[in-house]
């Protein structure tokens, strides 16, 4: 009997130290932040925020918590826009539900202000307050950063690609040797008094401005001035252009009070292709940047679609049509052909920004039907003949000497080209490559539909800046649906 009482003690013992054992060690692991006890450290919160202090669905806009001991605080869908918690203790055992606070590197990083050679890529720092802010060498690449304030912080090194920064206040900003490539500004965003000697417009520290010197007080900002009015749509596959189109036209009905035009179009390489695009000052731009989101997404579907049952083709093969499509020659003449509303403002560009070595192409858009410039492209109408005839040479002759086939009609149509002396010589050399294109997209027609198509498109782009009863246009008109035939297109 008293052999049984003591085992059943020492049961006792054994089974109560091992729950203490296994309570401190799960203590230990939520302390931690591990995933795995994360649920448990929500539930304690929960449980011991009962009671405590409410700020679910407050506006606290520029509240101030800094040093304040916030355990047990409630901030469920509360506005925290530039809220500062500096120095905040006990701030991870709050109820933060869906906040930006929710990720504890951000928390952390509100909480520090010292997030120097970290990364913060995709973040969500929307309304961040972070006055004062230690960020040398942080990546903020993609984050966004919209309405958040980072005066006075210190930014040098930082990369800023493709940040959102609609609204974000930079005054008096620390930004020597920032990267700042495609992030996106407007005339909401403060760049007051930026302490600033060069930056950098493309990653890996190219593309250095100004490209000799400093930038002098104030320059800075007055380099950044000119987008200040723009919508930057960032597109990182390249550009479907067929889509683009049809969302821009659809954006153009949704916002009709305001007139929108296409400034410029950057392709930076690696697919990457911005688009600017002009408003005027007040206009909602953030709306403008979300419809033709969505809008270019639904259109891109339909596209897709279409390409897929013709080409039968996987997704890789799709974002390599789209990467081909954002070539600068082809862009223009398509545009060429649309009517949508297009402008351009000459820009001076500031003295210490002259002789410039940008590598990134870029089209300034004039009035739709005019020439266009494309930096960068040398003319060589002999050395583009000579290739586009190696290129035909390679196809089968007619099989039938009395009927023309596809080897003889190009031939044709490269003669017409290159005798026409209503075409310049640059619309002769793009004239030229498109040919180039429908005699590599007849060596295999059913695989090769969408660059025929494309080809075909451009061609009779080109063909719109001549007069109707221009030769060319005439032989054309005959030629081309011959040729449309022949490679199986509608």
């Known amino acids: 009997m008293i052999a049984s009482t003591a085992l059943k003690r020492t049961e006792s013992t054994l089974a109560a130290a091992i729950i203490s054992i296994l309570g401190t060690y799960i203590g230990w692991q939520v302390s931690k932040s591990n995933e795995k006890f994360i649920w448990i450290k929500k539930l304690a919160v929960a449980i011991a925020a009962i009671g405590g202090t ?3 669905g407050a506006d606290l806009t520029d509240a101030d918590f800094t040093g304040a001991t916030l355990k047990n605080t409630d901030f469920r869908n509360a506005n925290l826009t530039r809220t500062r918690f500096y120095n905040a ?21 509100l909480v520090s202000c010292n997030g120097e050679g970290k990364s913060y890529a995709g973040a969500n720092l929307r309304g961040a307050n972070l006055i004062d802010a230690n960020l040398k060498d942080a990546n903020l690449k993609d984050a966004d950063i919209i309405e958040a304030t980072f005066q006075n912080s210190h930014l040098e090194g930082a990369n800023l690609t493709f940040a959102q920064a609609v609204g974000t206040n930079f005054t008096n900003a620390y930004m020597t040797g920032a990267c700042v490539e495609a992030w996106n500004i407007e005339s909401t965003t403060k760049l007051d008094n930026v302490d600033c000697r060069f930056v950098y417009l493309l990653e890996n520290e190219r593309e250095c401005r100004p490209s000799s010197g400093e930038f002098q007080p104030g320059e800075f900002t007055k380099l950044f001035a000119e987008v200040l009015n723009t919508v930057d749509l960032i597109f990182r596959d390249g550009i479907d252009w067929k889509g683009f189109i049809t969302a821009f036209k659809t954006v153009q009905v949704l916002n009709e009070d305001t007139e929108l035009a296409i400034q410029s179009i950057e392709n930076k390489g690696d697919g990457v292709v911005v688009v600017k695009v002009a408003v005027h000052e007040g206009a909602d731009k953030e709306k403008i940047h979300s419809d033709f989101t969505q809008n270019y997404q639904l259109a891109l579907q339909a596209v897709e679609e279409k390409y897929k049952a ?11 049509y789209r990467q081909q499509s954002a070539d600068m020659k082809e862009i223009t003449h398509l545009l060429a052909q649309k009517t949508i509303n297009v402008q351009v403002e000459n820009k001076v560009e500031n003295k210490n920004m002259t002789n410039s070595n940008d590598s990134s192409r870029k089209v300034e858009i004039g009035s739709v039907g005019r020439d266009f410039n494309a930096s960068g492209q040398a003319l060589n109408l002999g050395e583009i003949s000579g290739t586009v005839t190696n290129t035909i040479n390679e196809l089968p002759p007619a099989p039938e000497p009395e009927k023309p086939g596809i080897k003889e009609l190009l031939t044709q149509l490269q003669a017409a080209i ?5 075409l310049t010589p640059k619309d002769k050399e793009k004239a030229l490559k498109q040919v180039k294109n429908l005699a590599q997209a007849a060596q295999n027609p059913q695989e090769n539909q969408d660059l025929a198509d494309t080809a075909i498109t451009m061609l009779k782009g080109i063909l719109t800046s001549l007069p109707s009863a221009a030769s060319l246009v005439e032989q054309c008109s005959q030629l081309l649906p011959l040729i449309s035939g022949l490679l199986g297109l509608a």
């Open 54 to 56: 409410s700020f679910r």
């Open 89 to 109: 203790k006990k701030l991870d055992f709050a109820r933060l539900g869906e906040t930006i606070l929710a990720n504890r590197h951000v928390l952390k990083l």
């Open 310 to 320: 013709l080409l039968q083709a996987k997704d890789e093969q799709i974002i390599i």
């Open 418 to 422: 290159e005798s026409d002396n209503d």
